[in-house]
C-alpha cells in the first residue's frame, strides 16, 4: 500500500492495557523508537481508576496477586526498573457463606487443614485434590509439554476433577468459592482454576497505595524516561498490511505510522476482524476466531458512604458473599442472559488506603458477573435496578448502608465494552473453559511484524498474566 507516513517507529503499540504498556516500556527501555495510541483519555484498560467528589474509585480490577514479593507481576516490575515506585499493601479476602467464613492464606496447607477439620470424613479426598491441584500448577509451568497429569485434565472442568476427590456439596463449593475465572465450577477448566489457586495462595493479594490507576501511571513514566510516547484519545483505525506484513496503523484522523512491528493490546476480534481485515488472513484463521469462548462480563456499583463499614464487621478490604451453597441455578440464568446474581463481592480498599476518599467516609465497590447481552431486555432499562438489588443484598452484610451513600456510579457490560473496547464487555477475554485450555491465541501472529498483549492472548487473564505477555512480546521482538 503506498502513501505518505506522517511518522516512522521501530514499534506502534495499540491499547494502554497494562499488557500494552509492559510491552511498550520494555522496547523503550531498550532502546527502540516506540509509541502507545490509546482510544481513552486514561491509560490502563480495566486497571483505571476515576474520581466523583473527592472519592477516588477502581473501576475494573481490585487487587492484584503478587504485586510485592514474588510471582509474573514482580517480574515485569524488575525488569522496567519501576518495582521501587509501586507501595503494596498486602491484602487478605473473607468468603461469606450462610454459616462459614473463610479467610485466604499464604499458606498451601491452610485451606486443606481447615476443610479437614470441618469435613473430617473427607481428609483423604480432601488432601489428594490439593496433593493433585499442587501438582498441576507445577507441570503448567512447564507448558506447552503435556504432563501425563495434565494430558489427563485438559478436557476437564474443575467440577469433574473436585467430583473425583470429594462427595460432600458444601465442600464443594467452600473449594471453589475462589471466582476469577469468571465461570461455573462446571464450566471451568480444572487445569486453569487449580493452577490458579494455587498461585494465588503463593502469591498472596496485594492493594497498590493510590489505587490501581498508580500501576499504569507507573508504566507511563517508565516508557517516557526510557524515550518512549504515548497519544491518549486517539483510536486506531486500521493495521496497515504490506506485501502480507504488518506495516504500521491508521488513526481515525487520518494519521498514517509506519513501524517495523505492530502490537496489539486491543481484543483480538477487533484486531483482525476490523483493524486487519479478513481479506488479509488466512480463512482457516478466520473461521478459528469464531469458535472461540469469550468470557462473561461484570456488574458494579461504586459507592462512597459516609459510614465505617468495620461498624458492621467488615474488616476484610474484600470480601466475596455467597448467600447459598448451591448456586447452580443462579449461574444457569446469568449464563441465558437472565438478571441473577451467583455471588458477589464488597471490596472496601479505603480499609487498605484512606487517602481514596474524603476524611470520615469509605469507598464500597460491589461487583458481581454479568452477560453481556439480557434475554428480552435492555441494560438501560435494568441497570439502576440491578444497581438497587446489589445494594440490597450488601444491606444484609453492611445493615445501614443505603442510608449512607453520598455518591454513587454504576457500570454495565456495556460501560465495560464502552471504555475498555474489550468485545462483549468480556472481563477476563478467552473464557477459562475447558475446550479454551490451550487454544488461546498466540502472541505471534499469522500476519508477519503483528504481535498480540494482553488478555485476548497467552497466558490469560488478570494483571501479572497480562503484564507478562506483553514483556513476552517485547522479547519476541528484540529477538528477531
Not at 523503550?28 to 474520581?51: D, I, L, N, P, Y
Not at 496447607?109 to 488432601?127: D, K, T, Y
Request: net charge neutral.
Amino acid at each position: 500500500m503506498g502513501g505518505k507516513w506522517d511518522e516512522e517507529l521501530d514499534v506502534v503499540v495499540i491499547g494502554a492495557g497494562i499488557g500494552g504498556l509492559t510491552c511498550a516500556s520494555y522496547l523503550a527501555k531498550m532502546g527502540k523508537r516506540v509509541k502507545v495510541f490509546e482510544q481513552h483519555h486514561v491509560a490502563g484498560g480495566c486497571c483505571t481508576s476515576f474520581r466523583r467528589d473527592g472519592f477516588r474509585f477502581d473501576a475494573g480490577v481490585l487487587h492484584i496477586a503478587g504485586g510485592k514479593e514474588s510471582g509474573a507481576f514482580r517480574h515485569v516490575l524488575l525488569a522496567l526498573d519501576i518495582a521501587h515506585e509501586l507501595e503494596f499493601e498486602e491484602v487478605f479476602l473473607h468468603y461469606l457463606f450462610p454459616d462459614v467464613r473463610l479467610t485466604s492464606s499464604r499458606d498451601l496447607w491452610h485451606a486443606p487443614r481447615v476443610l479437614s477439620q470441618m469435613f473430617p470424613e473427607e481428609r483423604a479426598g480432601i488432601e489428594g485434590l490439593f496433593d493433585t491441584m499442587r501438582s498441576i500448577h507445577a507441570d503448567v509451568k512447564r507448558l506447552p509439554i503435556l504432563s501425563p497429569l495434565l494430558s489427563r485434565y485438559k478436557e476437564s472442568s474443575f467440577q469433574e476433577l473436585m467430583d473425583a476427590y470429594v462427595s460432600d456439596a458444601r465442600l464443594r463449593s467452600l473449594i471453589s468459592a475462589n471466582w476469577h475465572l469468571w465461570n461455573p465450577v462446571w464450566k471451568n477448566s480444572a487445569i486453569d482454576y487449580a493452577a490458579l489457586l494455587v498461585n494465588e495462595t503463593l502469591r498472596g493479594y496485594f492493594y497498590p497505595k493510590g489505587g490501581m490507576q498508580a500501576i499504569p501511571d507507573a508504566l507511563i513514566r517508565a516508557l517516557r524516561r526510557y524515550g518512549g510516547g504515548i497519544e491518549l484519545g486517539t483510536m486506531v483505525h486500521k493495521i496497515v498490511v504490506e506485501d502480507g506484513k504488518a506495516a504500521g496503523i491508521e488513526t481515525t484522523e487520518g494519521k498514517r505510522v509506519r513501524a517495523q512491528h505492530v502490537v496489539s493490546n486491543a481484543a483480538a476480534r477487533s484486531t483482525f476482524l476490523t483493524l486487519m481485515g479478513e481479506e488479509n488472513l488466512p480463512k482457516e484463521f478466520v473461521a478459528s476466531l469464531d469458535r472461540l469462548e469469550v468470557s462473561l462480563s461484570s456488574f458494579y456499583v461504586y459507592l462512597g458512604v459516609e459510614m465505617d463499614p468495620r461498624g458492621a464487621g467488615i474488616h476484610a478490604p474484600e470480601t466475596i458473599v455467597y448467600e447459598s451453597y448451591d448456586n447452580s441455578r443462579d449461574w444457569e440464568l446469568l449464563l441465558k442472559g437472565k438478571i441473577s446474581v451467583p455471588c458477589f463481592g464488597i471490596a472496601v480498599p479505603t480499609l487498605q488506603d484512606p487517602g481514596l476518599a474524603p476524611s470520615g467516609k469509605h469507598i464500597v465497590i460491589l461487583m458481581t458477573m454479568a452477560p453481556y447481552g439480557l434475554s428480552g431486555k435492555s441494560w438501560k432499562e435494568e441497570k439502576e435496578g440491578i444497581a438497587e438489588l446489589l445494594i440490597a443484598k450488601a444491606e444484609r452484610v453492611i445493615p445501614g448502608i443505603s442510608e449512607h451513600i453520598v455518591v454513587r456510579e454504576c457500570a454495565s457490560p456495556l460501560t465495560y465494552e464502552r471504555y475498555t473496547l474489550n468485545s462483549s464487555g468480556a472481563a477476563m477475554g478467552w473464557a477459562s473453559s475447558p475446550r479454551m485450555f490451550l487454544n488461546r491465541l498466540n502472541q505471534k501472529t499469522p500476519i508477519e511484524s503483528l504481535y498480540l498483549a494482553g488478555h485476548w492472548t497467552n497466558p490469560g487473564g488478570s494483571v501479572p498474566a497480562v503484564a507478562l505477555s506483553g514483556l513476552r512480546a517485547a522479547r519476541m521482538i528484540l529477538e528477531e
